[in-house]
């Protein structure tokens, strides 16, 4: 495998995974009736598979090992992702935010409509550190860091205001995070966040030039790709990116209201 081949799996990895979850909950969404709690229940082998994965590879420090680290943290990110999104792992607070509401109280309903995952997040990388930050392969545990990080900062980037959001891929059931979300032109983290992850990208770079195994100049290019992604993610908030069209495509039709009888009554004009 080389670095050009490590970057593609990234890429198909971070393309394919971000599809398939957001189709599953998006058919769980058309569903309803529990389908997300089903869904995220039948993605716990999936967690599992993680956890085994990033367990068996700590020890292996061929390329092998990077590659299977690099996915396990992959799938363990991915099944906490998909418990928000279905809405099993969320917050206490699930309504949306009162147009009057000032800013102290704004920045506490925000943090309750996500403290449960954020605290599952904390608790999953503090887990994975401890347990793997002895090991000589700990490509798992940074893989796990960066999207911790990179996600922290998307997350607080939305909230103090973006250009561009997009909310069509939000489930019925987070709905309401639309209402914390601020349409700006900028805001004072955008332009560490960006500075931050592209100085990021350029050390696991250079770390790919004083790798003295082929399992830490692929361990490296992982990295390296995925951090470039998250950085990729940060600037679509401010640039004019298409970049639903990605997974447009294979998700399921957005569901069709039935349409409601109406009277009309004199006096009432519109469309």
Not at 178 to 204: E, G, K, M, Q
Not at 260 to 269: A, D, E, F, I, S
């Amino acid at each position: 495998m080389t670095v050009w081949t490590a970057s593609l799996l990234a890429l198909f990895v971070w393309w394919f995974s971000t599809g398939a979850i957001l189709w599953v909950v998006k058919t769980a969404d058309r569903k309803g009736g529990g389908a997300g709690r089903r869904a995220t229940l039948w993605g716990l082998p999936m967690a599992g598979l993680g956890v085994w994965g990033f367990w068996a590879s700590l020890g292996d420090a061929s390329i092998l090992g990077a590659c299977v680290a690099f996915l396990s943290a992959i799938l363990i990110w991915g099944w906490i992702e998909l418990a928000f999104l279905t809405g099993v792992v969320t917050g206490p607070n699930a309504y949306p935010l009162r147009p009057d509401a000032p800013e102290w109280e704004r920045f506490i309903r925000a943090w309750g409509t996500l403290a449960y995952h954020e605290m599952l997040l904390v608790a999953t990388l503090i887990t994975l550190l401890l347990i793997g930050w002895n090991y000589p392969n700990i490509f798992g545990l940074w893989t796990f860091a960066i999207l911790f990080f990179a996600r922290l900062s998307a997350k607080l980037n939305l909230y103090l205001g973006v250009p561009h959001i997009n909310v069509d891929f939000l489930p019925g059931e987070l709905k309401h995070l639309s209402t914390y979300f601020r349409i700006r032109p900028l805001n004072w983290l955008f332009p560490i966040s960006v500075s931050a992850l592209t100085f990021a990208t350029a050390c696991w770079l250079e770390r790919i030039h004083g790798a003295e195994t082929d399992g830490q100049i692929i361990g490296f290019a992982l990295l390296a790709a995925i951090t470039a992604l998250a950085l990729l993610e940060h600037w679509v908030m401010v640039l004019p990116i298409p970049d639903e069209k990605l997974w447009r495509w294979m998700l399921p039709a957005p569901k069709q209201p039935t349409p409601k009888p109406t009277t009309l009554k004199g006096g009432h004009h519109g469309l």
